[in-house]
């Protein structure tokens, strides 16, 4: 196996591509930054002139608004200079390579792309092409990764539930084509969750997903029994009916969270979800919007998070 | 024209012939002796001389694909990498379904007086799976055989009568056992390594359940059928099932899937986007274990050059394939030397064997054979950096291994067609 691509020689984060293997450390670091900035986007002034001069390119080429919108909202409190590129309906529909786009985009000074692509894996091709002082923060690829994402749950259970190391985790709905599932999985086994589980029917659970570290469970209840996170994971509309699900009904009658569902699991429990959120498919709106759920809490960490990960990636 | 290869350590699969002596060629086959004096001798001392190479799978990419590669770097590849006959998969553009099409590409390649070439037909028109191509028609214009390449028929119906076609004439169907609809969209193998990665998977028995279906179709209808680039165990032990049965069946293997797994994606490389996927690690030994006990019949190249504007993409676009014609030898030597195999077996696979399989009377150092023959050093290695192939195609999961066995000097009938 090659060396580690996220990481420079003297073993600080390069580039953000995926949450596995990347040390404790690192995560902690991103973490404790996170922190550090999450009083910043409370005051009058939301800035801080760490990345003043700075360019990030939102390098987009797969549809998103809301993970891109809070990759501007952190840049622009870095102070940073932020472009939008929406490449899924300019260049690369002229039939422009990936890497012609990048590097044309190099060629115009760019500090940080933050890289969303349906293909997993296109980050790590464009990380390999940059310059060295360039960095690459993956905002999603394909069904691979979604680091950020991973990082601002991982940021949110702390915030509720300070100490890993006695959680009982579960990750319910579409592990099959989830990044977000992923990311998720490989930080709390870093950080020393003893107890990870993933929750749902065998058509959406990928081969092998038990080497990630995890406990599968078919059955919902049983798997929600004492949990202290659960995580709720968004069922794409195509998903819904074919070959994998018979309908959205019958989904959510077996893995969509309901208020007696969630009394199985501790009585402080909290409620995540990466958004957007599907209300009565994998989710119940009086659990979406109750006591349990820190749903858009994980939103505004969001922001604290993926500036740290810039200002982190930028600094290094 | 009479030709002397002199004191190399000559190596016959054939007939485990493996001593140290002398070669003699007289217009363009291998004789046992001749009394006057030679024209052209070659001092092979230090030298195996063995039969030339035949590759059951090389893409030459014409027609159509010329600038991926053309015939002419192609063919100077096969020989620098000491193959001397190369069967080409019908997968060019146009697909090889028209006598025409089979007719240029033969010319082209005899007046390129390199390696011999063997086309393999598409069995279907377009290779569509629908409608039968004109086999006999072919057949007359060169075709060896007849294959879909990597497009599976999904038509059942298609296939058993394809096959049944085929068998009327005695013509071999060459297959690749995939069933299309659970190879869906994967691009690797359905396992950790693509979970882990993110990459839609590519489940096992995709393999064996379009071999089992095969299989039944080659004892309904008898048809002498080749089974392409296996990649699983299951289809090893099929295999070896089916051939104790007694089914007129034989196999090959990528030279790749012998070496590499799933673990060596790495980060996307996308030089290991393979068709067949690379698979697990029990799968690779297995292959390897296969093509030694004999049950895989032939390792092949797979040679497919790709350019790399289609390799530089995201593992699932880029397109699969790896150049292959230069490295079967001594990728073929590093599985013999792992397995501590007599050099005359591990050559068998790519020669003796392969010939049984194409049907030719190369492959052997016998009196009356063709004097298709290669000179290889096999303590010289070299590195594999994309400056030493000849192929236009420089991608491969093997850049900057260090390869054992340089070859010399290839030698097709009776000619000199190259020389380190």
């Known amino acids: ?316 | 024209m009479k030709l002397l290869i002199k004191g190399g350590r000559v190596v016959d699969p054939a007939s485990g012939r493996d001593e140290v002596g002398d070669v003699f060629v007289s217009e363009g086959r291998v004789v046992n002796s001749y009394k006057d004096k030679p024209e052209k001798t070659i001092d092979a001392k230090g030298l195996v001389v063995a039969p030339g190479l035949i590759d059951l799978a090389a893409r030459l990419r014409e027609p159509g694909q010329e600038y991926k590669a053309t015939l002419e770097s192609e063919m100077d590849a096969a020989v620098a990498g000491g193959v001397t006959s190369l069967a080409c998969p019908p997968d060019t553009h146009p697909p090889l379904d028209e006598p025409g099409l089979v007719d240029m590409l033969r010319r082209r390649a005899k007046a390129l007086s390199r390696a011999r070439v063997y086309p393999v037909g598409a069995l279907t028109v377009k290779l569509k799976g629908e409608r039968l191509t004109e086999m006999s028609v072919l057949a007359d214009a060169g075709c060896v055989a007849f294959s879909q390449a990597n497009v599976p028929i999904t038509d059942t119906q298609v296939l058993w009568r394809a096959m049944q076609y085929a068998a009327t004439f005695g013509f071999p169907v060459w297959l690749r056992a995939e069933d299309r609809w659970l190879a869906g969209d994967g691009v690797a193998h359905d396992g950790e390594v693509a979970t882990r990665l993110g990459l839609p998977g590519i489940p096992p028995f995709a393999e064996s359940i379009a071999l089992a279906v095969a299989l039944h179709l080659v004892r309904s209808t008898g048809t002498r059928t080749h089974f392409c680039r296996l990649s699983t165990a299951v289809a090893v032990d099929m295999i070896r099932a089916a051939k104790q049965e007694g089914l007129p069946v034989s196999c090959d293997v990528a030279i790749h899937h012998v070496h590499l797994c799933e673990l060596d994606l790495g980060y996307y490389d996308s030089s290991c986007r393979l068709e067949p996927p690379l698979r697990s690690q029990r799968d690779r030994d297995a292959l390897a274990a296969g093509l030694a006990d004999g049950t895989i019949d032939c390792a092949v190249s797979d040679h497919t050059p790709v350019d790399d504007n289609q390799k530089q993409l995201p593992f699932a676009e880029a397109e699969p394939g790896a150049t292959g014609l230069e490295l079967l030898l001594p990728l073929v030597l590093k599985w013999g030397a792992a397995r501590k195999l007599p050099l005359a077996r591990t050559l068998a696979r790519v020669t003796s064997d392969a010939a049984r399989v194409l049907g030719v009377r190369s492959g052997r150092i016998e009196a009356g054979a063709p004097a298709d023959l290669v000179l290889f050093d096999p303590l010289e290695s070299w590195r594999v950096v994309p400056a030493a192939l000849r192929s236009q195609g420089k991608n491969t999961p093997f850049i900057g291994y260090d390869m054992p066995g340089r070859v010399r000097t290839t030698i097709v009938a009776g000619n000199v067609v190259w020389q380190a």
């Not at chain 1, 592990?175 to 992923?182: E, I």
């Not at chain 1, 077996?254 to 989710?283: C, Q, S, W, Y």
């Open chain 1, 1 to 316: 196996m090659p060396a580690n691509p996220q990481l420079n020689a003297n073993g600080e984060l390069q580039h953000l591509l995926s949450i596995e293997g990347l040390p404790r450390e690192i995560l902690v670091q991103i973490l404790n930054t996170a922190e550090s900035f999450a009083g910043v986007t409370e005051r009058e002034v939301k800035k801080v002139p760490l990345m003043r001069g700075k360019s990030v390119f939102n390098l987009f080429f797969e549809a998103s608004t809301r993970t891109r919108t809070t990759f501007e909202i952190a840049a622009k409190r870095l102070s940073a200079d932020v472009i939008n590129l929406n490449v899924a309906v300019s260049s690369q529909s002229k039939g422009e390579s990936l890497l012609d786009t990048v590097a044309n985009l190099s060629a115009m000074q760019a500090d940080v792309f933050v890289v969303r692509h349906a293909s997993s894996g296109a980050p790590y091709l464009i990380a390999r092409h940059v310059k060295p002082h360039e960095h690459v923060v993956n905002a999603g690829d394909g069904r691979h990764a979604h680091p950020t994402q991973g990082l601002l749950d991982l940021y949110t259970i702390r915030h509720y539930k300070k100490d890993f190391s006695r959680l009982i985790v579960a990750v319910v709905g579409d592990v099959l084509h989830s990044r977000v599932a992923r990311s998720l999985i490989h930080g709390l086994t870093t950080l020393g969750v003893p107890e990870v589980r993933v929750i749902g029917p065998q058509t959406l659970m990928p081969a092998g997903v038990e080497a990630l570290g995890v406990r599968v469970f078919h059955d919902m209840r049983a798997g929600l029994k004492d949990c202290d996170v659960v995580v709720m994971l968004r069922l794409q509309n195509e998903r819904m009916s074919g070959p994998l699900l018979p309908s959205a009904q019958e989904f959510f009658k077996n893995f969509g969270l309901t208020a007696d569902k969630l009394a199985l699991a501790r009585p402080d429990a909290i409620v995540m979800h990466p958004g957007p959120m599907n209300r009565g498919v994998e989710i119940d709106s009086p659990v979406a919007d109750g006591p349990h759920s820190v749903i858009l809490p994980q939103v505004t960490f969001g922001i604290a998070v993926r500036m740290a990960v810039m200002s982190i990636v930028a600094g290094n």
